[in-house]
């Protein structure tokens, strides 16, 4: 699976979301409802994190230093895990104390059709953006479900645009909900509720990513198809076996192998120099992220371990 960035899908998402939240943050000016104004503090986070993320695209271009000689590759994995945690303290939280306190003090809407007008709009530029992530997606998560592609990709920036497009889209199906039940019933509590669902839908999606993103940032290592890839491109006529061998992410683009093998007998030192030298062009060859890689021969002592 590829670690493309997403470019594209988050600048979609950042173009939508400030428009929005500046027209969502009118809307509440001028209906006083409490689902445009959680609705409006949500935006805003998104714009925010859309930020974070290229910033994180960014500075994880950083060239390698004596400080950090393995390069700067988990900035994405940092900024994707501010992001979550944004997503939970603005969005969910604003929103469920928002809610809360309407549905405790009703407050008549004012001009609620102009919320609705708002909302409409925004539901249309959330699907830009949403179908901008999910086309982005589709590109590099080949065979696997959506839910297999946010668990499994390496590449941060694609599954938080994805989730947080999907709850803006059904933030706003429920704000909408919040201010027509409003509207035919004339009680305003339905707009408190409506805000404490959006509030519970982020703090579930938050929570998602939150998990997802420290997974990566304390270190993922290289699913098992990648890793028999692996083995298999280090295994020659030559090489009884890999003993065992350890990967590491560190960064979407670049990953960390580490392998101890086993060669054959009567090999002089210029023979296995040129046989590690080989198997790791064919690891680079298919494997592109595979950007550091040590191969040290060694002695079967009988482990049977490979990963």
Request: hydrophobic share 50%.
């Given at each position: 699976?590829?670690?493309?960035?997403g470019t594209k899908a988050i600048l979609a998402a950042?173009?939508?979301?400030?428009?929005?939240?500046?027209?969502?943050?009118?809307?509440?000016?001028?209906?006083?409802?409490?689902?445009?104004?959680?609705?409006?503090?949500?935006?805003?986070?998104?714009?925010?994190?859309?930020?974070?993320?290229?910033?994180?695209?960014?500075?994880?271009?950083?060239?390698?230093?004596?400080?950090?000689?393995?390069?700067?590759?988990?900035?994405?994995?940092?900024?994707?895990?501010?992001?979550?945690?944004?997503?939970?303290?603005?969005?969910?939280?604003?929103?469920?104390?928002?809610?809360?306190?309407?549905?405790?003090?009703?407050?008549?809407?004012?001009?609620?059709?102009?919320?609705?007008?708002?909302?409409?709009?925004?539901?249309?530029?959330?699907?830009?953006?949403?179908?901008t992530a999910i086309k982005e997606s589709r590109a590099?998560?080949?065979?696997?479900?959506?839910?297999?592609?946010?668990?499994?990709?390496?590449?941060?920036?694609?599954?938080?645009?994805?989730?947080?497009?999907?709850?803006?889209?059904?933030?706003?199906?429920?704000?909408?909900?919040?201010?027509?039940?409003?509207?035919?019933?004339?009680?305003?509590?339905?707009?408190?509720?409506?805000?404490?669902?959006?509030?519970?839908?982020?703090?579930?999606?938050?929570?998602?990513?939150?998990?997802?993103?420290?997974?990566?940032?304390?270190?993922?290592?290289?699913?098992?198809?990648?890793?028999?890839?692996?083995?298999?491109?280090?295994?020659?006529?030559?090489?009884?076996?890999?003993?065992?061998?350890?990967?590491?992410?560190?960064?979407?683009?670049?990953?960390?192998?580490?392998?101890?093998?086993?060669?054959?007998?009567?090999?002089?030192?210029?023979?296995?120099?040129?046989?590690?030298?080989?198997?790791?062009?064919?690891?680079?060859?298919?494997?592109?992220?595979?950007?550091?890689?040590?191969?040290?021969?060694?002695?079967?002592?009988?482990?049977?371990?490979?990963?």
């Amino acid at each position: 699976m590829s670690a493309g960035g997403g470019t594209k899908a988050i600048l979609a998402a950042l173009a939508a979301n400030a428009g929005i939240a500046v027209a969502k943050f009118g809307g509440f000016l001028f209906t006083g409802s409490s689902s445009m104004l959680a609705e409006s503090v949500h935006s805003l986070a998104d714009t925010s994190n859309q930020g974070l993320l290229l910033l994180g695209q960014k500075t994880s271009q950083r060239k390698a230093s004596e400080d950090h000689p393995f390069g700067y590759g988990r900035d994405r994995y940092f900024y994707s895990f501010v992001v979550a945690l944004m997503l939970f303290t603005l969005g969910s939280v604003f929103a469920l104390y928002e809610g809360i306190h309407k549905v405790e003090h009703p407050e008549p809407l004012e001009s609620a059709w102009v919320a609705v007008l708002i909302l409409v709009i925004a539901i249309g530029l959330e699907t830009y953006s949403f179908r901008t992530a999910i086309k982005e997606s589709r590109a590099i998560k080949g065979e696997l479900s959506w839910w297999q592609f946010i668990r499994q990709s390496k590449t941060p920036e694609l599954p938080v645009v994805l989730l947080e497009d999907l709850g803006a889209l059904v933030g706003l199906v429920l704000a909408l909900g919040g201010v027509g039940l409003t509207v035919l019933t004339g009680n305003a509590i339905f707009d408190g509720i409506g805000t404490v669902c959006i509030g519970v839908l982020l703090g579930v999606i938050a929570v998602v990513l939150i998990v997802e993103t420290k997974s990566l940032l304390i270190g993922e290592g290289a699913s098992r198809a990648v890793l028999d890839e692996i083995i298999g491109q280090v295994e020659s006529e030559r090489v009884e076996r890999v003993i065992h061998i350890r990967t590491q992410y560190l960064g979407p683009d670049e990953l960390l192998i580490a392998a101890k093998i086993c060669f054959t007998e009567s090999l002089s030192v210029a023979e296995v120099a040129a046989e590690i030298d080989g198997a790791e062009k064919r690891i680079r060859a298919n494997v592109p992220a595979a950007r550091l890689i040590y191969l040290e021969p060694d002695l079967d002592r009988g482990r049977t371990t490979t990963a």
